[in-house]
């Protein structure tokens, strides 16, 4: 079981996959894809492009 | 000449039981669906898509594992996805697409396997497109289960 966070097109998304089956994406933890699963938008608040396209978590605080 | 046994054995390979899967082809089917591997493997989550415009995502299904015996349809992994629509649990095979109502926003679905799968060893990934036409961002939750299914257009040969 792991949870991703995905940007397409400057659309968000968050997703649970199982053992069996995955989606392509960065990892995050459960807190943060409960916290986005309803609100997925607002995962740009959190996480920028970095190093060859990479996400990552914000350095910064996030926007309000 | 070994009895076929009556029932699949455990710690034995395929070839071994091909006698009792060749005579008991459509009980074979349904213990793999009673095993879980149907809707037993998926994904779920959310997105959100701005107004016309589109987000994609891929799905791998890391068990692909099939079978096929002589003279029989095979078995393999198929992808059933669902949108947060009235209309849940869309069948979606291969290079399809489907077009549904969510309210007063229309949505199109449309999957497509970017990589071929042998039933055997292969990994099978399949390309999922969400397309919001509506002039306003919405929420899409959305349901990806792995499930077996017999292929009703093509016969395998298992020796």
Known sequence: MSFKVVERNGNWGVFQDSGDSRVAGTEIDYEMYRRLRDKPHEASKHFERGHKGRLSLRKDKPRR | ?159
């Open chain 2, 1 to 159: 000449m070994p009895t076929p046994p009556h029932r699949l054995q455990p710690d034995t390979s395929l070839p071994d039981n091909l006698a009792y899967v060749n005579d008991n082809f459509d009980k074979v089917v349904s213990d793999i669906g009673d095993l879980g591997a149907k809707f037993s493997t998926g994904v779920t989550g959310s997105c959100t898509v701005a107004a016309n415009n589109w987000f994609a995502f891929t799905v791998a299904i890391q068990d692909t594992i099939g079978i096929y015996v002589k003279n029989k349809f095979p078995i393999g992994p198929r992808l059933d996805i669902a949108v947060d629509t009235n209309d849940a649990d869309h069948y979606l095979p291969d290079g399809d697409s489907v077009t549904v109502a969510q309210g007063l926003t229309v949505v199109n679905v449309r999957v497509s396997k970017t990589s071929r799968n042998n039933f055997a060893t292969e990994k099978a990934t399949y390309f999922v497109t969400i397309h919001n036409f509506d002039v306003s961002s919405h929420t899409y939750y959305i349901s990806a289960d792995t499930f077996y299914q017999q292929s009703a257009n093509q016969t395998g040969v298992f020796r």
